[in-house]
């Protein structure tokens, strides 16, 4: 089911893909430590079908025992997925945050009956506005660079650092310095912080980057 998250709070989450397992043994990791869980999904074919409907109800056990959320990256391979996956999620027992949809050819189809949920997301070659965007540190660095006129409409992050030409990588201070560059005063104002990288060591030390950085620029300001 889609929520609207009753809370100021900025909420600092990560991706499903931690280490070599399920959607539920993933965030069961991670359960008491973050806010929010992202959910990749993307493809949506029989077999993640199956999964997703046999981890629903411990995905949704989380929920009421830590008061877990879920966002979710909806598929990337053609639109008609994405408007299935979303139609699955919206009707199902999990509580969902946000929607991260990309830029595919067709998304009109599913923007048309988006609810408030969706958040499309920049990639490195292609960029569309709309109402609600989530902002790609690592596809801004690398590729077609994120207007600022459309930094007031991000309300997803996905955070990571960038280096060398890679991205996905343990957050490092010259990406979090150019993310405060880009949003300034703007960051406190975005509601997911997606820390979207695929190792757990990497995950809880660009948590404790990311909250340093906020950290000192509270004391400073």
Partial sequence: MNIDINTSRQLIGTTSWLVPGTYYENARLVAQTIDFVELLIYSWDDEIIRLVDSEIEKLSFLTDKFNLIYTIHLPTNDIQSALDAYKYFSK?????????????????????????????????????????MTFDIGHHTLGINFPQDLIPNVNEIHMMGVLNGEDHIELNEAT????????????DDVRFICIEVFDMEQMLNSIKLFNQFMEKRRLIR
Avoid: C, T, W
């Fill in 92 to 132: 199902s027992k999990i509580k969902i945050a946000n929607y991260v949809l990309h830029p595919l050819d067709g998304i009109e189809r599913l923007l048309s009956i988006d609810d408030g949920f969706i958040s499309v997301e920049n990639l490195k070659e292609k960029l569309i506005s709309y109402k609600k």
């Fill in 176 to 187: 979090m310095q150019e993310l405060l560059r880009i949003f300034h005063n703007r960051i």
